[in-house]
Nanobody, 123 residues
């Protein structure tokens, strides 16, 4: 059974930090690009960051570039998202997801999804 278990969300003040974890099982971790989307109330789900676990190449959306850092621990089949200097506009449900390399990292293309974890940033 494929599982992507997201954890690490919570309530934090603006300027604070959180680290999200996404533990994967049921598929070959190194064969996928894994990353994070977020969805705020009333908005579409948007890509935040992704990492190609085989070679560690990563990308970020403009809104989080320089504040968020994605990493993977292939031995643990886990992807992390370190979020620093959090802003109220980062408040959303964060979802981890996996897609085969070569496909778009977009909500319509992902092969697997995890359940979300809530991140709330107070001003």
């Amino acid at each position: 059974e494929v599982q992507l278990q997201a954890s690490g969300g919570g309530l934090v003040q603006a300027g604070g930090s959180l680290r999200l974890s996404c533990a994967a099982s049921g598929f070959t971790f190194e064969d996928y690009t894994i990353g994070w989307f977020r969805q705020a109330p009333g908005e579409d789900r948007k890509a935040v960051s992704g990492i190609t676990t085989r070679d560690g190449s990563a990308w970020y959306s403009d809104s989080v570039q320089g504040r968020f850092t994605i990493s993977s621990d292939n031995a643990k089949s886990t992807v992390y998202l370190r979020m620093d200097n959090l802003k109220p506009e980062d408040t959303a449900v964060y979802y981890c997801a996996a897609v085969l390399p070569g496909n778009y990292f977009s909500p319509d293309s992902m092969n697997y999804w995890g359940k979300g974890t809530q991140v709330t940033v107070s001003s």
